[in-house]
Each structure stands twice: as structure tokens, then as C-alpha cells.
């Protein structure tokens, strides 16, 4: 059984409000040092949010987290100190080379002299900028100010990064690139703390927590949380994809079909049911019917994103018949107050 002192991030209960809205709802996680830990969820779920407690700039409305054995609430400075932080918006200077951002930002962490030396060269090195350094930054490709962004975030040497959405906005072989950078710094010991709502970034975490309106839905390792999903996903190739995918809807919706979810990932479609296999019959005739050609269909394993799909889906059912009950209750008390 791990201790306290086998984890980097503690969070137990996370709860922030703002004038009566719930950004992050009773949030409970832990973060193995030495990790990768991906926090999932769509823009506004509450991943930032809870970043910037972990970081000590929100304090937590109920609830309780540590950072590297420090709290956040009462021991923001000790945790600064020793962490690392890429924000979504890119924040370097503009007007600054890449040496002069490098310089700025290691004094900032206190980084000075023959160290401050040490550590840009590294940091150029590491992330592939030596040939860029006395460019100004306003004038980097996207792929390379996040890297920047990154090389002055391990300046100080610290023992874990947050990155919030590090690849967003960034052409898919620069995230590639970038990932490789982040399995570097993970073999070096360091903890990262990555949000994202790309959910093939997923894949490159060694645990997982998919966060929808404030709460946790899931957790685990990649491949135990594919392994929760007890549906069966067909994936269908057609030459009309997008006619496809309203044509099986509408049969859902007509009750045709006992589909619990369809959606489009990139040219294919994924149907998922308890016994989709047995429905490939019907939705061939179905597609047929709508002038969809049908190349191939074939049951597959579930994506992490069929199973956010799944997920948030589950957990909106859930609070519709919570909301639906509590409805019912009061109904029902004001009923039996009228009659008293």
C-alpha cells in the first residue's frame, strides 16, 4: 500500500465555487511521483480551475490538497518554489529572443551566474533550440514558442510540471515532438501533470482522470479504464460518413435502433450498443435505405474517447434521475403540507 510519500499531487474532496457556481466538484486524485498523470475533459470542465489551486493561486471553497507534502492553502510560496508551470495562454515576451526569455525567466526562478549558464543549455539543447535562440519569439513557429514555453519552465529544475493544454493549437507532428520531450523529462524523475482534451494524448499517460462538469468520472491507467466499458463498439467505413451518422440517429431516435451512443471519428462511424454485433444486419439496411455505401464494419476495442463518450453520458442519466427524484420528493412534501 503506498504512502503519503509515494505521491506528488494529493487532492481529497477539491471543491471551488464562484458566486454559487461549482467549477470543481468534490475532485479526489492522487499523482504517483516519477509519472505522467492526464487530466481529461472538455474546454470548461474544471481542469484549469483546479490547476491553479494546485499551484496555491485559488484557495479551495471546501476540501484538501498537497503538492510535493505542502498545502495549498497555507504553503503556496514553498510549493512555487519547487514546481514548474506551462500555462494554456502562451506567456513569454514577444519582443524578447529566445535567450533573453530563457535569462528573464531563470532569474525569475532565481537561477543565476555559472547555473543560469548551465541550465539554458540544457534547456536549448533538450528542446531543440540552439539554432533559434536569437530569434525573437514573437517570430517562432507555434510548435517552437511551446517548446520555449517549456524550456523556461524546467529552468529551476523542478520536481513537477504542470502543463496546462501545452498542445493546444499546435499542428499534430509538433505535439508529436512535444510529447517527446515530456517522456524525457518523465525519465529524468520528474512528475507531470498534463491537462488536455485531446484524448489521443491520452495514450501517453501512465494514469488517467477525465474530469465532465466539475467532477471525476473516471480514473485509472489507459487500459483499465477501456476495460470498464462493457459495450461493444462497431466501427463503420462509408462513402457518406456524415449522412451516415444522421441516418442512425434518427432510426435511435425513432426507436429502429437500440444504439446508446454514434459518433463521427474522422471518416469512420462508431456505433456502440450492449450486442452491436448482432445489429449489423439492420444498420446495413438502415444505410442502404439513407444511399450510404457500406465498405466495411467490424467490431473494435473501445477508444478512451468512446469511453469519455460513454462516460458523460452515464453520468448525465445519472443526475437527470437525481434531479428527476428530488423533483418527485418535493412534489410530494408539498402535497402532503397542502393536505395537512
Not at 486524485?29 to 499551484?55: C, Q
Not at 512555487?80 to 528573464?104: A, H, K, P
Request: glycine share 8%.
Amino acid at each position: 500500500m503506498n504512502s503519503q510519500e509515494d505521491y506528488s499531487v494529493i487532492a481529497e474532496d477539491l471543491t471551488k465555487r464562484f458566486d454559487g457556481f461549482t467549477a470543481v466538484d468534490h475532485v479526489s486524485f492522487r499523482v504517483p511521483r516519477g509519472e505522467i498523470f492526464g487530466f481529461l475533459g472538455p474546454n470548461g470542465a474544471g481542469k484549469t480551475t483546479t490547476i491553479r489551486i494546485l499551484l496555491g493561486l485559488l484557495q479551495p471553497t471546501e476540501g484538501h490538497a498537497s503538492v510535493l507534502d505542502f498545502d495549498v492553502a497555507t504553503q503556496a510560496y514553498q510549493i512555487q518554489q519547487r514546481i514548474g508551470y506551462m500555462s494554456q495562454r502562451f506567456s513569454l515576451y514577444g519582443d524578447l529572443t529566445v535567450v533573453e526569455n530563457l535569462n528573464f525567466y531563470g532569474r525569475t526562478y532565481g537561477v543565476t551566474g555559472q547555473r543560469l549558464r548551465e541550465r539554458r543549455a540544457y534547456a536549448l539543447d533538450m528542446t531543440g533550440l540552439g539554432e533559434q535562440q536569437n530569434e525573437l519569439t514573437r517570430e517562432l513557429a507555434g510548435g517552437f514558442r511551446q517548446r520555449l514555453a517549456l524550456a523556461c519552465a524546467i529552468l529551476h529544475e523542478p520536481e513537477v510540471l504542470f502543463l496546462d493544454e501545452p498542445t493546444a493549437g499546435v499542428d499534430p507532428i509538433s505535439r508529436r515532438a512535444f510529447w517527446d520531450l515530456l517522456y524525457a523529462l518523465a525519465a529524468e524523475g520528474r512528475t507531470l501533470f498534463v491537462t488536455t482534451h485531446y484524448m489521443d494524448e491520452a495514450e501517453n499517460c501512465r494514469r488517467l482522470a477525465f474530469i465532465h462538469e466539475g467532477r471525476i468520472i473516471l480514473q485509472g491507467t489507459p487500459v483499465e479504464i477501456k476495460d470498464r466499458m462493457a459495450e461493444q463498439v462497431l466501427e463503420i467505413d462509408c462513402d457518406r460518413p456524415g449522412m451516415a451518422l444522421v441516418a442512425l440517429r434518427d432510426a435511435t431516435e425513432a426507436d429502429q435502433l437500440a444504439l446508446n451512443e454514434v459518433a463521427l471519428y474522422g471518416a469512420f462511424i462508431h456505433a456502440v450498443a450492449d450486442d452491436v454485433a448482432a445489429m449489423r444486419p439492420q444498420i446495413r439496411e438502415i444505410l442502404d435505405e439513407a444511399g450510404v455505401a457500406v465498405r466495411a464494419m467490424g467490431v473494435i476495442p473501445p477508444s478512451l474517447e468512446d469511453v469519455f463518450i460513454a462516460s458523460v453520458e452515464e453520468h448525465g442519466a445519472a443526475i437527470r434521475n437525481r434531479h428527476s427524484h428530488n423533483s418527485q420528493v418535493l412534489n410530494r412534501d408539498e402535497s402532503d403540507q397542502k393536505m395537512s
